[in-house]
């Protein structure tokens, strides 16, 4: 998929204003984050690491002038548990899985290929039960993945009682049903933002369609959905 409908199949998914979707692209591209080349019919495909950093730039809610700083700042959250690590990275079939964005572009990946977490995961959830949320003013992630929980910290937050303290489920609970990205206030001033399966199901199919036409129609699907 190429770099226009693929911005503009992410800003539909999200909800996101789709003027606003090309600047933070293009702040994401101009600083080597997303994936260059010629312009026209030769221009490069996107690739699921593109819509990984793209997803976070855009769910952080900063402006076009702040995303880029926002998204270095959350691509760098790393799942702080030895033992969540593992079984994150066995969920995922990927070993070593550093950063948030990391996280994010495999589960992008087993998704475009129907890999179903299900199959792995011992509480028999399903797929579908897949929540990312970003609270932003707290700088953290929470990920729901079947039957599991993990949270993504910065380094310096790990001794941070006031983060390791907030609720993160209250948050998804809250969240349920979700079919775009949502801004709620929660526990106070902190800003959560959340991204469903459905969401990263719509951006993988779209990156794996394979020509234009069915991303054509995807898009087009998306927006009457917005619209309607």
Same mark, same amino acid.
């Given at each position: 998929?190429?770099?226009?409908?693929?911005? &503009?199949? !992410?800003?539909?998914?999200?909800?996101? $204003?789709?003027?606003?979707? #090309?600047?933070?692209?293009?702040?994401?591209?101009?600083? /080597?984050?997303? !994936?260059?080349?010629?312009?026209?019919?030769?221009?490069?495909?996107?690739?699921?690491?593109?819509?990984?950093?793209?997803?976070?730039?855009?769910?952080?809610?900063? @402006? @076009?002038?702040?995303?880029?700083?926002?998204?270095?700042?959350?691509?760098?959250?790393?799942?702080?548990?030895?033992?969540?690590?593992?079984?994150? %990275?066995?969920?995922?079939? *990927?070993? %070593?899985?550093? +950063?948030?964005?990391?996280?994010?572009? =495999?589960?992008? $990946?087993?998704?475009?290929?129907?890999?179903?977490?299900?199959?792995?995961?011992?509480?028999?959830?399903?797929? &579908?039960?897949?929540?990312?949320?970003?609270?932003? =003013?707290?700088?953290?992630? *929470?990920? #729901?993945? /079947?039957?599991?929980?993990?949270?993504?910290?910065?380094?310096? =937050?790990?001794?941070?009682?006031?983060?390791?303290?907030?609720? @993160?489920?209250?948050?998804?609970?809250?969240?349920? %049903?979700?079919?775009?990205?949502?801004?709620? &206030?929660?526990? /106070?001033?902190?800003?959560?933002?959340?991204?469903?399966?459905?969401?990263?199901?719509?951006?993988?199919?779209?990156?794996?369609?394979?020509?234009?036409?069915?991303?054509?129609?995807?898009?087009?699907?998306?927006? #009457?959905?917005?619209? +309607?």
């Amino acid at each position: 998929m190429k770099s226009g409908l693929f911005i &503009e199949l !992410t800003a539909c998914t999200l909800g996101v $204003e789709l003027g606003t979707a #090309k600047l933070i692209a293009r702040s994401l591209r101009e600083a /080597g984050w997303l !994936t260059t080349g010629p312009r026209g019919t030769n221009a490069p495909d996107m690739k699921p690491e593109d819509a990984a950093r793209l997803i976070i730039a855009l769910m952080t809610g900063a @402006p @076009p002038a702040r995303a880029l700083q926002s998204f270095l700042k959350f691509r760098k959250l790393k799942c702080k548990d030895h033992n969540g690590k593992k079984l994150l %990275g066995e969920l995922l079939a *990927y070993d %070593g899985i550093e +950063g948030l964005d990391q996280c994010v572009t =495999s589960i992008i $990946e087993r998704t475009a290929v129907g890999f179903s977490i299900a199959k792995m995961d011992h509480f028999g959830a399903p797929v &579908e039960n897949l929540e990312l949320l970003l609270n932003v =003013s707290q700088g953290f992630a *929470y990920l #729901k993945l /079947g039957g599991h929980s993990f949270h993504f910290f910065a380094a310096k =937050s790990d001794a941070n009682s006031e983060v390791q303290n907030t609720k @993160p489920t209250e948050c998804l609970d809250n969240a349920k %049903g979700s079919l775009a990205m949502h801004t709620r &206030e929660t526990l /106070g001033i902190q800003t959560t933002r959340a991204i469903t399966m459905a969401e990263i199901r719509a951006i993988a199919d779209g990156i794996s369609a394979g020509s234009p036409s069915g991303v054509d129609r995807q898009v087009s699907s998306l927006r #009457k959905r917005t619209n +309607g």
